[in-house]
């Protein structure tokens, strides 16, 4: 660290002149001989930097936020705080006598998550969804290896999650790509079509990306156990099915949930999150160690899991994530059944006002979320979806998901959540109505959107590969 501190021109938030007294013991061709010309600011200078770049930040204490996938809902400030409660900061090396308390609640959290999912078992350790979704795919591959059969290769519908192929591509699969009908769903002929004993299993999302429920997965779960194989569901999203029904109902065998976006943690710019793998009872045996077990009224990790495809993350996983949601479970109680029955009726509520001035390529009943398109400004206006996002930054909200799922053009994703109330919802539908009208009158406002935004259009490619994040010195 430089230790010739600059001239101070009266600014400084601190100071440390005095630390410079002794420093004979430095050889001197260690020692700066000019400054580094680091800004000179006051504390309150300095404060009001970071509250300026926080406000030009768009967050869900600001707006609407129907970032489809995202579950971008609210989350209790309460739970923040109980996470950071004195005895939770638990040591990663504490034994399982003096960290008692914190492995009740993981055992607690474990249990009210293994009602909700209706599944067997489960770990805590994985740190998000798409590490859950690896570490299910490993205790698929590890149980057809220990039942000594080599089947090779996962089938995958084309609207899922790009995490599902590539988490089971790390765990050694090939992918089989499905379409999908004209109903959004899985094309059971399709399906037929690749079943073979080469199969281990297939990896479904329900509601599906689309937000479509798939009607046909009883049916879907018998062909593939017929044919000796697993189905794995991705439970990301839990916001539409909880307390109605549940993965193991459906037939599933392994599920992983994000806490973050469904149980009380905020996420978004890489924060922590926790991936929960549960699975059926035959899957057990295969679960990463330790699991979080009691005997005689004491918790305890337990490493004695014959099968055990090994550890996936450190100690307590992300156990701050963990407290959250066992805080966020027991406030809601039974309540959660409402959770899901808001957030699918604010879905359709907006899908059904906002049809008339948007493609809708799947007119169903759609569960949390739906899709809309841009198809239509874009051939009738040339605004294409991306503008009608960018244009939505002026009114106060987040742009849903865009071009995602892939295999609907010019996509635009929504989810409301259930955290929103009407007047919000109305707002939304009118400006989007409002952005409808403005492409048939007035295609370059749209265009040239946001007007309102710290910055307009950036080049997000350029921003991607060629981040500009020094601090400058201004001579
Ligand atoms: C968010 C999401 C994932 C991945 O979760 P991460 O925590 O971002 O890894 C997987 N599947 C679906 C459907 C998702 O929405």
Known sequence: MNLIFEKSTGSDGINLTDKTDNIDFIPSEFLRNKTVGLPQLSELEVMRHYKELSDMNFCIEKGFYPLGS???KYNPKVNELLSSLEGFNIHPDVKDEDAQGCL?????LGNALLEITGMDALTLQPSAGAHGEMTGMMIIRKYFDT???ARKKVIIPDSAHGTNPASAKMAGFDILEIKSNSKGQVDIDALKHVLDEDVAAIMM???NTLGIFEENVSEISKLMHDNGSLLYYDGANFNAIMGYTNPKLMGFDVVHLNLHKT???????GGPGAGVVAVCEKLKDYLPVPIVDCADGKYYRNYNVSNTIGNVKDYFGNFSVLVKAYAYILMMGKNLKCVSENAVLNANYLKENLKKYYNLPYDEPCM???????ETQKEQNGVSTLHIAKALMDENAHPPTVYFPLIVHEAMMIEPTESENKQRL?????????????CKNNPQGVLDAPHSTPVKKIDEVLAARHPDLNY???E
């Open 472 to 474: 400058k010195i201004c």
């Open 368 to 374: 949390h979320e739906f899709v809309i398109t841009g």
């Open 263 to 269: 149980f009380s943690t905020p996420h978004g710019g």
């Open 426 to 438: 109305d707002d939304f539908i009118n400006s989007m109505v409002k952005i409808a009208q403005e």
């Open 70 to 72: 995202c579950t971008m």
């Open 147 to 149: 039942i000594g059969q």
């Open 104 to 108: 009740e609640l993981m055992y607690n």
């Open 205 to 207: 999302t329900n509601p």
